[in-house]
């Protein structure tokens, strides 16, 4: 089956250090989206992607889908400490118009 | 608008007990989902229902049972829990098939011991 690869597991920056984290798929995806859950909360929606080598900007967070539609990225401009928690992408294949498949997650924590 | 909720918040079993945790969305979705989440693993998803009185399998079915009777509830039962079962379960809806985001609840922890 599909599945998709998030590196890495965890991440420690100071605040103001810009921050990375990477997904990578088996399978060709459809879109892919990105989630963010807060400590003790739950996955709360950020993005989808859609077009091959598309890149969308939403304050600090620059996400992009790869050419192949097989990997992703979000970037993080200088980490505030508001931007702890753990960073979900989820790929959904052309199969599998229903089902969406998250990676493992990057845990981030901003050292003030 | 309370979004999606999910009950009970926080449950204790002991090996072989069942249960059932709802999951209700007051946002008229057609798709619901349950996922479990364990540490390292993200989100693994265990049945989903695209519509009122549809189930299907996901990735991780094995000792979990869905219904979908109505359309804004989505019933997770657990028939004989088994230490493996301890996790972190996550409902989540979408509106339909041309929407794209999933809206989740707050999740329910269950330790089975």
């Known amino acids: 089956g599909q599945q998709v690869m998030q590196i890495p597991q965890y991440q420690h920056v100071q605040e103001g250090e810009d921050f990375t984290t990477y997904c990578n798929s088996s399978t060709t995806l459809s879109n892919i989206q990105w989630y963010k859950q807060r400590p003790g909360g739950h996955p709360v929606f950020l993005i989808q992607l859609v077009k091959s080598g598309e890149v969308k900007k939403q304050k600090r967070l620059t996400f992009q889908f790869g050419e192949a539609k097989k990997n992703s990225s979000l970037h993080i401009t200088a980490t505030q400490t508001t931007d702890v928690g753990t960073y979900f992408c989820a790929g959904r294949s052309s199969g599998s118009a229903r089902q969406l498949t998250f990676g493992s997650g990057t845990q981030l924590t901003v050292l003030p | 608008n309370a979004g999606v909720t999910q009950t009970p918040k926080f449950r204790v079993l002991k090996t072989g007990q069942s249960m059932t945790l709802l999951c209700a969305q007051d946002?008229?979705?057609?798709?619901m989902y349950w996922y479990r989440q364990d540490p390292g693993m993200g989100l693994r998803l265990i049945h989903y229902?695209?519509?009122?009185?549809?189930?299907a399998k996901g990735e991780v079915p094995d000792g979990y049972n869905v219904s979908r009777l109505k359309k804004q509830n989505f019933l997770l039962g657990l028939e004989s829990a088994a230490p493996s079962q301890t996790s972190v379960y996550f409902c989540?809806?979408?509106?339909?098939?041309?929407?794209?985001?999933?809206?989740f609840g707050p999740g329910t922890r269950l330790t089975v011991t």
């Open positions: 229902s695209v519509g009122e009185g549809t189930t």
């Open positions: 989540a809806s979408r509106l339909d098939r041309s929407s794209y985001e999933q809206y």
């Open positions: 946002m008229n979705h057609e798709y």
